[in-house]
């Protein structure tokens, strides 16, 4: 998929996310939740690191409080102010203030020494779109893609990458590049698509 045509769809598919109204936005949330928290990898994880929604995502934030409840421990992401386009993760506690970066998206202050990705048993990734084999559409920065792209050559290692999304953001138009990450599972409120088994 050349550059036009891929920000066409995601023009399309971010679109598709805000025509969500709010009460159907929450209602995603809690099945999400309910799909999630039932699944095995998170019950075996300890590590985990989620978002904050932004722009019509679907909202983790029932699985992030259900996780601190259960003691896990969770990041965020944070995104340097210099310049790089670098992605960080910082930890997360119940009632931790939290600042507006650059891009207008809520973040905790990040730690002298940031987490390392690979550190996570479990990712929560936003996306734009996805097709049914996992290869997700993102905002168009890279940010995960170039945080996580050691899972491009070892994609059994950890993380669990683990996408989040309404159902609307499914879309077979949707091609890989030879810079993104697969993500091993995505997750809406209706089902799970798994890459190993498309």
């Not at 039932?38 to 995502?57: K, V």
């Not at 679907?58 to 386009?85: F, H, R, W």
Request: proline share 7%.
């Amino acid at each position: 998929m050349n550059k036009d045509p891929r920000k066409k769809l995601r023009s399309s598919l971010r679109q598709a996310r805000l025509n969500i109204n709010p009460e159907g936005q929450v209602k995603a949330a809690e099945d999400l939740h309910d799909l999630v928290v039932e699944q095995d990898f998170y019950s075996e994880a300890s590590r985990l690191a989620f978002y904050l929604s932004f722009d019509g995502e679907i909202n983790p934030m029932p699985i992030m409080q259900k996780a601190l409840t259960d003691g896990k421990l969770c990041y965020l992401p944070v995104i340097s102010d210099e310049g790089t386009s670098e992605l960080s993760f910082a930890p997360f506690h119940q009632g931790d203030k939290l600042t507006t970066n650059k891009w207008g998206i809520s973040e905790p202050p990040l730690i002298q020494t940031p987490v390392p990705p690979a550190s996570f048993d479990v990712a929560f990734v936003p996306l734009v779109g996805f097709n049914k084999h996992c290869f997700r559409l993102g905002m168009g920065k890279g940010f995960y893609d170039r945080a996580f792209s050691f899972k491009s050559t070892k994609r059994h290692r950890k993380p669990l990458l683990v996408g989040l999304a309404h159902d609307c953001q499914l879309s077979d138009e949707i091609v890989a590049s030879s810079w993104d990450v697969r993500l091993e599972i995505v997750i809406t409120s209706k089902r799970i698509y798994r890459a190993d088994s498309n």
